[in-house]
C-alpha cells in the first residue's frame, strides 16, 4: 500500500530493468553485471536491484559508474542500510540522483521474511528482469516468478555449465527465459533508448 523513499522520485516513472543474482558470485558474474549495468544505465535505464551482496550490489556500481540512475528496493526500514559494508554504495545512490526505496517503515529490521517479498516490487517497477548467476534454490528465482506473474520479459546470462551458481540460470534457460549476451539483446524492450 505504502511505499518509503529517499532519494529522486522523479525517476520512477522511467524506463527500469532489474538486474538480479546471487550472493556469492564469481568474477564472470561480476564482470556480466557491471558490464550489463554500466551500458544500460549509460542508455538512460534506470538500474533496479536490491542493495544485497554479491550480483545487487555490483548492478548499482556499474550504474553508478555509467552516471546513470538506479534504484534500490531493501528489506527494512530507510533508517537503516543492509548489509552495513553497502553504506557507501547507497550514499552514492542518493548523490548520483538514484532512489531508495522500501514498503517497511522505519525502525524496521532486515528480517530474512522481508527479502521475498521486496521482490516482488523489484519486478513490479521493472520491464524486463536480467538474471546473472543464480544457484540452484537462490531467492533470485522468487524475483522470477513475481516477474512472471507481472508479464515481465525475463533475460538470463548462460552459465558455466560446471558452477554452482548458474545451476539457477542454465535452469531457468532450459524453461524458456531469453538467453543474453550483449545488451544490444535488449533493444527490442527498450526502442527508444537505443
Known amino acids: 500500500m505504502i511505499l518509503y523513499a529517499r532519494g529522486n522520485i522523479d525517476i520512477l516513472n522511467n524506463e527500469s530493468i532489474a538486474i538480479v543474482g546471487c ?5 564472470y558474474g561480476i564482470s556480466a553485471t557491471k558490464y550489463f ?12 536491484s536490491g542493495l544485497a551482496k554479491g550480483v545487487d550490489s555490483f548492478a ?3 550504474a553508478i559508474c555509467a552516471k546513470g540512475k538506479t534504484i534500490a528496493v531493501v528489506g527494512n526500514g530507510l533508517d537503516s542500510i543492509y548489509p552495513r559494508e553497502n553504506l557507501y554504495i547507497a550514499k552514492k545512490i542518493l548523490e548520483t540522483g538514484g532512489t531508495i526505496l522500501s514498503e517497511y517503515p522505519l ?9 521475498p517479498a521486496r521482490n516482488r516490487i523489484i ?3 521493472s520491464t524486463s528482469i536480467l538474471v546473472i548467476e543464480a544457484k540452484e534454490k537462490s531467492g533470485t528465482l522468487i524475483t ?8 515481465r520479459n525475463v533475460y538470463v546470462v548462460p552459465g558455466n555449465i560446471d558452477s554452482i551458481n548458474s545451476i539457477g540460470t542454465n535452469e531457468l534457460l532450459k524453461q524458456g527465459a531469453r538467453p543474453i549476451t550483449s545488451y544490444w539483446d ?6 527508444n533508448y537505443f
Open 37 to 48: 549495468s554500466f551500458n544500460l544505465a549509460r542508455k538512460n535505464i534506470n538500474i533496479i
Open 23 to 27: 550472493r556469492d558470485t564469481s568474477n
Open 186 to 191: 535488449l533493444k527490442d524492450d527498450f526502442s
Open 60 to 62: 548499482h556500481i556499474g
Open 107 to 115: 525502525g524496521t529490521k532486515p528480517e530474512k521474511m522481508n527479502f
Open 123 to 125: 519486478s513490479g517497477l
Open 144 to 151: 522470477v516468478d513475481f516477474a512472471l506473474e507481472q508479464g
